[in-house]
Nanobody
Framework: QVHLVESGGGMVQTGDSLRLSCETSGLTFSSFVMAWFRQAPGKDRDFVAAIRRSPGLTSYTDSVRGRFTISRDNATNTVELQMNRLNPEDTAVYFC??????????????WGQGTQVTVSS
């Protein structure tokens, strides 16, 4: 059974940083594209970042490029999202996802339960 478990969310102030982590089990981690999405109240689930299998090429949505960094560790089956210079528009539930192809739409095979990030002004 596949599990994706996010952690690291919290409540911070504008300009602060957070590091999200997603621990996976039950899948051949190195074979999957890993991604982060986020969903604010009343809005769609939006793409944030993705990282390919190897050599780990990355993609970002424009609003986070230069502030967020996605990384993966195929030895520990984890993917992380370092978020810097956070602002209130980053407030959302952040989801980890695993899929066979990189995509900016939420058509990934496996999902975590999400972790809340709240940024106050």
């Amino acid at each position: 059974q596949v599990h994706l478990v996010e952690s690291g969310g919290g409540m911070v102030q504008t300009g602060d940083s957070l590091r999200l982590s997603c621990e996976t089990s039950g899948l051949t981690f190195s074979s999957f594209v890993m991604a982060w999405f986020r969903q604010a109240p009343g809005k769609d689930r939006d793409f944030v970042a993705a990282i390919r299998r190897s050599p780990g090429l990355t993609s970002y949505t424009d609003s986070v490029r230069g502030r967020f960094t996605i990384s993966r560790d195929n030895a520990t089956n984890t993917v992380e999202l370092q978020m810097n210079r956070l602002n209130p528009e980053d407030t959302a539930v952040y989801f980890c996802a695993a899929g066979s192809d990189i995509a900016t739409t939420p058509r990934y095979q496996f999902w975590g339960q999400g972790t809340q990030v709240t940024v106050s002004s």
